[in-house]
C-alpha cells in the first residue's frame, strides 16, 4: 500500500502561486500515475491534475489550464503542483492521489476507480 505526504499549502493573496508537493512510499513510485484532486467546503472533490507514470504525460482540468502545472521527480518519490495566477474560487483542501497499476493520467481524471491511495490533504486558501 502506498503512503501519500502532501506539504506545501497555506494562506495566498489572488494572483499570487503555491507549490504543493506529495511524497511517495511503500510501493515503486515509476510504477504508478500520480494525481492531484481538490475540495471545497460543501462541494465534492473534484479532479485538478494527473500525470503518467514517465512524466511524459499530463492531464489537466479546464478550470487550471494555463494557472497550474503538475510534474514528478521518480528519483525522489515526489510529485508536485505548482499553483500560478491563484484566485478565491482555488480555494480548498488539496489531496494527493496514486492511481492503480492500470491507470492512465486520463483515466484518473475521468474514473471514480482509478485512485487507489490518497493523503491526508494540504489546505490552501486564497484572499481577495
Known amino acids: 500500500q502506498v503512503q501519500l505526504v502532501e506539504s506545501g499549502g497555506g494562506l495566498v493573496q489572488a494572483g499570487g502561486s503555491l507549490r504543493l508537493s506529495c511524497a511517495a512510499s511503500?510501493?515503486?513510485?515509476?510504477?504508478?500515475?500520480m494525481g492531484w484532486f481538490r475540495q471545497a467546503p460543501g462541494q465534492e472533490r473534484e479532479f485538478v491534475a494527473a500525470?503518467?507514470?514517465?512524466?511524459?504525460?499530463?492531464d489537466l482540468a479546464d478550470s487550471v489550464k494555463g494557472r497550474f502545472t503538475i510534474s514528478r521527480d521518480n528519483a525522489k518519490n515526489t510529485v508536485y503542483l505548482q499553483m500560478n495566477s491563484l484566485k478565491p474560487e482555488d480555494t480548498a483542501v488539496y489531496y494527493c492521489?496514486?492511481?492503480?497499476?492500470?491507470?492512465?493520467?486520463?483515466?484518473?481524471?475521468?474514473?471514480?476507480?482509478?485512485?487507489?491511495?490518497w493523503g491526508q490533504g494540504t489546505l490552501v486558501t486564497v484572499s481577495s
Open positions: 492521489a496514486a492511481g492503480p497499476p492500470w491507470a492512465t493520467a486520463q483515466a484518473m481524471g475521468t474514473q471514480r476507480n482509478a485512485v487507489d491511495a
Open positions: 511503500g510501493r515503486t513510485f515509476s510504477s504508478y500515475a
Open positions: 500525470i503518467s507514470r514517465s512524466g511524459r504525460s499530463t
